[in-house]
């Protein structure tokens, strides 16, 4: 059993520094603002159908690149930003990887807190999955292949999906085969005393019921859990913690601690062919 860390008996300021990615590297914004540009160069060269409508809210749209050739695996991307910030448009740059090695690529959006709650938030996320599943054709998608990856916040919205409960649905079989954790927070004990509680706003019972560290596993897809070397050291425990939850209920994952990354830097890789992480993430999808 991984030991629980007392979130409460922390001091504030090693809080702040442990999970506050935007304290931690000062520099961010730069980082932000270089991911947005190369992103809305690739929305501008590589074809695709953009802010999709899946669900009614503002927020609730997605953009899907058709893969190549018919029945391909999808994989499907849930941007960081502690729910509360961010959107499918700094992340366009992973795409072009990942379709040339046969994917179909979907970003989604979704509403942000404090607009809706965590809890809103999270069934947003499988309204999401419901569609791409139920419109894989129009993208050359296979709806029994979904490939889930997402980073920091989405990470824990891709692991929430994986220990859904799916049985009510009319699916065949599970068709969600491998998930990437990207970078990712799984127990959501520090989060009320963050100064992102502000916007997150979670409630009493809300840490138990969202942490997937705290909830039984349903799924038993293939994961692989990356975090930065150069994260916080209790940032970067949250995917060890997690990753011996997974192999602890022999479910196959893969623990990556990809040296020189922080918070930002790290899904820049994904950009890069060659890179590490994406050569694993390629080899999920195509597992």
């Given at each position: 059993?991984?030991?629980?860390?007392?979130?409460?008996?922390?001091?504030?300021?090693?809080?702040?520094?442990?999970?506050?990615?935007?304290?931690?590297?000062?520099?961010?914004?730069?980082?932000?603002?270089?991911d947005f540009s190369s992103s809305a160069a690739v929305r501008a060269?590589?074809?695709?159908?953009?802010?999709?409508?899946?669900?009614?809210?503002?927020?609730?749209?997605m953009d899907i690149f058709p893969a190549a050739r018919p029945d391909a695996p999808i994989l499907i991307w849930f941007h960081g930003g502690y729910w509360r910030a961010l959107s499918k448009d700094y992340y366009t740059s992973i795409a072009p990887p990942l379709l040339a090695a046969g994917a179909a690529v979907v970003l989604v959006d979704y509403d942000l807190c404090p607009q809706v709650t965590l809890t809103a938030?999270?069934?947003?996320?499988?309204?999401?999955?419901?569609?791409?599943?139920?419109?894989?054709?129009?993208?050359?998608?296979?709806?029994?292949?979904?490939?889930l990856a997402g980073n920091s916040a989405g990470a824990h919205i891709c692991a929430?999906?994986?220990?859904?409960?799916?049985?009510?649905?009319?699916?065949?079989?599970?068709?969600i085969r491998a998930a990437a954790l990207i970078t990712g927070i799984?127990?959501?004990?520090p989060v009320p005393l963050l100064p992102v509680q502000q916007e997150v706003q979670l409630a009493p019972g809300d840490v138990a019921r969202l942490s997937p560290m705290s909830l039984p596993l349903r799924s038993r897809a293939r994961c692989l859990v990356a975090v930065g070397g150069d994260e916080p050291d209790l940032w970067i425990a949250q995917s060890q913690d997690y990753h011996t939850k997974l192999t602890?209920?022999?479910?196959a994952s893969q623990l990556m601690v990809v040296p020189s990354r922080h918070h930002f830097s790290i899904t820049r890789d994904l950009a890069d062919a060659t890179a590490t992480l994406t050569r694993a993430l390629i080899d999920l999808l195509q597992s």
């Open positions: 059993m991984v030991p629980k860390v007392d979130f409460a008996a922390l001091p504030n300021e090693t809080l702040n520094s442990q999970f506050m990615p935007r304290i931690a590297v000062p520099d961010h914004e730069s980082w932000l603002a270089d060269r590589v074809p695709g159908r953009l802010n999709v409508p899946y669900g009614p809210g503002p927020r609730q749209v938030l999270l069934d947003e996320t499988r309204a999401a999955l419901r569609w791409v599943r139920d419109h894989a054709a129009e993208m050359r998608g296979d709806p029994d292949r979904l490939i929430m999906a994986l220990q859904f409960d799916w049985s009510h649905e009319n699916w065949p079989v599970d068709p799984y127990d959501l004990g602890a209920a022999a479910i």
